[in-house]
T-cell receptor, first 111, second 115 residues
Framework: RKEVEQDPGPFNVPEGATVAFNCTYS??????FFWYRQDCRKEPKLLMS?????NEDGRFTAQLNRASQYISLLIRDSKLSDSATYLC????????????WGLGTSLAVNP | EPEVTQTPSHQVTQMGQEVILRCVPI?????FYWYRQILGQKVEFLVS????????KSEIFDDQFSVERPDGSNFTLKIRSTKLEDSAMYFC?????????????FGEGSRLTVL
């Protein structure tokens, strides 16, 4: 099993749609999880941290399921500007400040 | 809004040449990182740096790589003798808070092309 696994997509959705991405991870000792977004040939930007209790930031909701070792990202009311690659990221166990990245899920929101 | 800046944005070099990539992290940040991304592949950790020393490095970060923070503001990545497989986008990142290790701010990247 890969350290961090994501469906690469692409997901093609119309504006206003709700879309969900999942990500699975292999190391149960991982403690911290994040979603980053990356526009084509640009740097990754932090979208949100993922907390055990789940968290919401506007149209974005992140959930963590430790038992099944997956995290999810839900985007409601998709905008054209949401088109990007969404990267599932976790901090490697051991307090070494090393982030482990998924390959990303590509989202295209169409008018 | 404070940002991480990187230079050069693109460098083309011949195999075997030395390359220095420069970064200016956000001024009050304490943790500095280099990551790289080969085209079409995932982002890969190279090295983390804190309190003027390397705190962690990956298998990729072999003896050909080194980092420095020479003057309290710049943070550099040196590749001593570049190989074709070093061609990638190199991202510098910084983070401010010990409790939020994954909340990093990335520079726009330096694209390295080794011929």
């Amino acid at each position: 099993r890969k350290e961090v696994e994501q469906d690469p997509g692409p997901f093609n959705v119309p504006e206003g749609a709700t879309v969900a991405f999942n990500c699975t991870y292999s190391n149960s000792a991982s403690q911290s999880f994040f979603w980053y977004r990356q526009d084509c040939r640009k740097e990754p930007k932090l979208l949100m941290s993922v907390y055990s209790s789940g968290n919401e930031d506007g149209r974005f909701t992140a959930q963590l399921n430790r038992a099944s070792q997956y995290i999810s990202l839900l985007i409601r009311d998709s905008k054209l500007s949401d088109s990007a690659t969404y990267l599932c990221v976790l901090e490697a166990p051991g307090n070494n400040r090393k982030l482990i990245w998924g390959l990303g899920t590509s989202l295209a929101v169409n008018p | 809004e404070p940002e991480v800046t990187q230079t050069p944005s693109h460098q083309v070099t011949q195999m075997g040449q030395e390359v220095i990539l420069r970064c200016v992290p956000i001024s009050n940040h304490l943790y500095f990182y280099w990551y790289r991304q080969i085209l079409g592949q995932k982002v890969e950790f190279l090295v983390s740096f804190y309190n003027n020393e390397i705190s962690e490095k990956s298998e990729i970060f072999d003896d050909q790589f080194s980092v420095e923070r020479p003057d309290g503001s710049n943070f550099t990545l040196k590749i001593r003798s570049t190989k074709l497989e070093d061609s990638a986008m190199y991202f510098c990142a910084s983070g401010g808070r010990a409790s939020n290790t994954g909340e990093l701010f990335f520079g726009e990247g330096s694209r390295l092309t080794v011929l």
